[in-house]
């Protein structure tokens, strides 16, 4: 659903934005959406709503920090290196989508609040790596930008 809702409108919305800044508020509200599950797991509180507006808010974050993510990378590497740089982030990307699901359901085996633990740990150490990064991320814009909503449309269009 949040890429349903929200994938054109994070691209025009991230071209007004400084894209560290959303970066790292992804990775934070990451870290509180999936540490809210094995919390709530170790009280006896988990509920189901919980894990629907658990991955909704995750989702969500996804949604922003993967359109970030991908926007700066020619902010981050010289012309020369984009290519094997925009591979390496799709190797990376395809390979956690390979290991994740038998990792997550192997420390499930171990504790069911492991894998939630584990993930919200790795958004906290992609918090650190991203607040490491020094270059400027923000749009640099010869014009002010046009309506948002027009933005959004030309998106879609």
């Given at each position: ?70 926007s700066?990378?020619?902010a ?59 270059a ?20 879609v269009?």
């Amino acid at each position: 659903m949040p890429y349903l809702l929200f994938y054109v409108p994070a691209g025009a919305l991230l071209d007004r934005l400084d894209r560290k800044r959303v970066m790292l508020w992804c990775e934070g509200v990451w870290v509180l959406a999936l540490g809210s599950v094995p919390v709530a797991l170790w009280l006896g509180r988990l509920t189901y709503v919980q894990l629907l507006v658990a991955g909704f808010v995750g989702g969500t974050c996804y949604v922003f920090f993967s359109v970030a993510e991908k926007s700066v990378l020619p902010a981050l590497v010289r012309p020369e290196q984009l290519t094997p740089a925009l591979a390496q982030q799709e190797a990376k990307s395809r390979g956690a989508g390979l290991v994740g699901p038998p990792l997550g359901g192997l420390l499930y085996g171990v504790a069911h609040a492991l894998p939630f633990v584990a993930d919200a740990l790795s958004y906290v150490v992609s918090f650190l790596t991203v607040s490491a990064i020094r270059a400027d991320l923000r749009v640099r814009r010869t014009e002010p930008p046009g309506p948002l909503w027009r933005e959004v449309a030309a998106g879609v269009g």
